[in-house]
């Protein structure tokens, strides 16, 4: 079993940064792909970035390429999601998840483990 725990969201005004963390705990970290996600409310709960196991490989949304970079930090047991230039349509709930098989990391159905999301808000 593997818990996870987000930190780091808030209400941040447009062209702003905020960077979220999600710590992990309960299995290897480095055995893990870890992805974000995240959900507005009334809408599907959609893909925006996602990581290797190594953190060699790295994959965005379209929606946030250029403007989000997904890092993460193995002997800390740590995933990152640095956010830029923030708009308002990036206000959402954002999950962390994690995957033992690191295929299709831009389908959450095949994510194994979730945390409780954080809330940004970016005011229009």
């Known amino acids: 079993q593997v818990q996870l725990v987000e930190s780091g969201g808030g209400l941040v005004q447009a062209g702003g940064s905020l960077t979220l963390s999600c710590v992990a705990s309960?299995?290897?970290?480095?055995?893990?792909?870890m992805g974000w996600f995240r959900q507005a409310p009334g809408t599907e709960r959609e893909f925006v970035a996602a990581?290797?196991?190594?953190?060699?490989?790295?994959y965005y949304a379209d929606s946030v390429k250029g403007r989000f970079t997904i890092s993460r930090d193995n002997p800390k047991n740590a995933v990152y999601l640095q956010m830029n230039s923030l708009k308002p349509e990036d206000t959402a709930d954002y999950y962390c998840?994690?995957?033992?098989?690191?295929?299709?990391?831009?389908?959450?159905?095949?994510?194994?483990?979730w945390g409780q999301g954080t809330q940004v808000t970016v005011p229009s």
């Open positions: 998840a994690a995957d033992r098989g690191g295929y299709e990391l831009n389908n959450r159905a095949r994510y194994d483990y």
């Open positions: 309960g299995r290897t970290f480095s055995s893990l792909h």
């Open positions: 990581i290797s196991m190594s953190g060699s490989r790295t």
